[in-house]
T-cell receptor, first 114, second 111 residues
Framework: DAGVIQSPRHEVTEMGQEVTLRCKPI?????LFWYRQTMMRGLELLIY????????DSGMPEDRFSAKMPNASFSTLKIQPSEPRDSAVYFC????????????FGPGTRLLVL | EDKVVQSPLSLVVHEGDTVTLNCSYE??????LLWYKQEKKAPTFLFML????IEKKSGRLSSILDKKELFSILNITATQTGDSAIYLC???????????FGPGTSLSVIP
């Protein structure tokens, strides 16, 4: 199994640009999670999906952030417009159930907004 | 406000030393406490603790939870350079069905 796949691995963009981060969960995993990690705020859960349906998006910082899961094998996290304070590592994780300890994390996307 | 505090924030030790990492928390409707190891990439799960006083052990790593005093410790004995990483503590709450991560302890083990 290839594990959770994220792309791109690194992204550098300018303030105001749209950024799209992508995630392919492990096949058979019904839950998908998006996290953000910064030095200031640590690791934060942004949103999670169950069977492609967003369940809890209360961690999404503001309306500039949106996430979709059009099918069981693909999810996107979009930031529009991006700001320098969005610079962070964004992790996607998937699991068969809601339990925190069963989640498999992807390698992350390191985003730098100039 | 729910929060998770870890100490120390960074630590440098020599190979062979024993280290103790601390995690204290304040959370509504505690469900579990989790420890992760994060090297250069994504966090990897180490332990989940739900009951006080029961030690979880995996090789040179062990952890215990005190639900009365609201803290947990992670012990690493006979440290090796491969233990160098950030160790994250996280707490799950049943009230929000959410997880709150601490800032992490950055451990460096030098030969």
């Amino acid at each position: 199994d290839a594990g959770v796949i994220q792309s791109p691995r690194h992204e550098v963009t300018e303030m105001g640009q749209e950024v799209t981060l992508r995630c392919k969960p492990i096949s058979g995993h019904d839950y998908l999670f998006w996290y953000r990690q910064t030095m200031m705020r640590g690791l934060e859960l942004l949103i999670y999906f169950n069977n492609n349906v967003p369940i809890d998006d209360s961690g999404m910082p503001e309306d500039r952030f949106s996430a979709k899961m059009p099918n069981a094998s693909f999810s996107t996290l979009k930031i529009q417009p991006s700001e320098p304070r969005d610079s962070a590592v964004y992790f996607c994780a998937s699991s068969r159930d809601r339990r925190q300890e069963t989640q498999y994390f992807g390698p992350g996307t390191r985003l730098l907004v100039l | 406000e729910d929060k998770v505090v870890q100490s120390p924030l960074s630590l440098v030790v020599h190979e062979g030393d024993t280290v103790t990492l601390n995690c204290s928390y304040e959370v509504t409707n505690f469900r579990s406490l989790l420890w992760y190891k994060q090297e250069k990439k994504a966090p990897t799960f180490l332990f989940m603790l739900t009951s006080s006083g029961i030690e979880k052990k995996s090789g040179r790593l062990s952890s215990i939870l005190d639900k009365k005093e609201l803290f947990s410790i992670l012990n690493i004995t006979a440290t090796q350079t491969g233990d160098s990483a950030i160790y994250l503590c996280a707490v799950e709450s049943t009230s929000y069905d959410k997880v709150i991560f601490g800032p992490g302890t950055s451990l460096s083990v030098i030969p």
